[in-house]
């Protein structure tokens, strides 16, 4: 049994020994049909199902990296609006585990605070690539980078990355994001057609309350009361009036010729009354 399996076993080695031997002396070996050629170098896809290739002679042969594959974040720089999309409001070195980015707010002329950021570092040494950044970032701003040769000499200051170091445009992040950009696109075109018609929705609305208005105000005028309505209104007033002073107990004005008499008639009545519910107040006091 186990003599069987050993033999087995080896017979697998051999199988991949010479397949790797075939697949290197072919005229165009089957492991560069999809590379990539970069100044010398090859950029491999390898299948998962390939067979036949053990080794792939780095540097000068490298594989290509799945889309998802993060290791440094980087800055986005969106050249269709020619701005940075970081607005410096440092969600991103709150939300980073071992703390390793660092943030300045620039500020205008007068000192005033602005959304951008004047300086922007990150520590690659203890960066854990967890795109925590990323996810938390609300604009879009941070993107986690393919570039995984950072070897130095020196772990500072070669390894603390600066604003200008971090900065990639647009179209780099296209290229090694294709799906997950392609994604965010087709997001924020559909964000932008609601919002479209968001405001056509409030101008068509702001449009029919104005027409309403001027046809309100280019309408028929109220119609005038004669002068018979209005003193039978009058004397409807009038007669609401005395019936409510005949329940409380109050009595009519006398009226005379002169206008200033009768205010004055009045006054003093009132006048009258106020001092007599004063003295009530104060007799009920007294005799508490």
Not at 150 to 161: E, K, S, T
Not at 244 to 273: I, M, Q, T, V, Y
Request: net charge negative; charged share 35%; aromatic share 8%.
């Amino acid at each position: 049994m186990f003599g069987s399996g050993l033999l087995k076993g080896l017979g697998v080695t051999l199988k991949h020994i010479a397949e790797t031997y075939a697949d290197d002396r072919k005229a165009v070996p089957s492991r560069y049909e999809d590379s990539v050629n970069l100044n010398g170098r090859k950029v491999i896809e390898q299948p998962v199902d390939q067979e036949g290739l053990l080794t792939i002679q780095y540097p000068e042969e490298k594989r290509l990296l799945p889309e998802r594959f993060r290791y440094i974040p980087m800055l986005i720089w969106d050249t269709e609006k020619n701005v940075d999309r970081c607005t410096a409001c440092g969600i991103c070195a709150k939300v980073c585990p071992p703390q390793c980015i660092w943030i300045v707010r620039d500020s205008d002329e007068n000192g005033k605070p602005i959304t951008r950021p004047s300086e922007f570092y990150i520590d690659a040494s203890i960066c854990m690539s967890c795109a925590f950044c990323v996810e938390f970032c609300p604009f879009d701003a941070i993107k986690m980078n393919h570039d995984y040769e950072l070897a130095v000499y020196d772990r500072y200051p070669h390894l603390v990355y600066d604003l200008a170091e971090l900065t990639v445009p647009l179209e780099y992040y296209a290229a090694l994001w294709p799906t997950q950009f392609a994604e965010e696109q087709e997001a924020i075109r559909k964000a932008e057609e609601a919002e479209r018609a968001r405001a056509e929705a409030r101008a068509k609305a702001d449009a029919a309350r104005a027409a309403a208005k001027a046809e309100a105000a280019n309408g028929e005028e109220k119609p005038k009361r004669s002068k018979a309505d209005v003193e039978a209104l009058k004397q409807q007033a009038a007669a609401r009036t005395a019936a409510r002073r005949a329940e409380a107990g109050e009595e009519a004005p006398a009226k005379s010729e002169g206008g200033d008499d009768a205010k004055k008639a009045r006054l003093e009545e009132l006048k009258r009354k106020a001092q007599e519910r004063a003295r009530q107040r104060k007799a009920e006091e007294s005799g508490e």
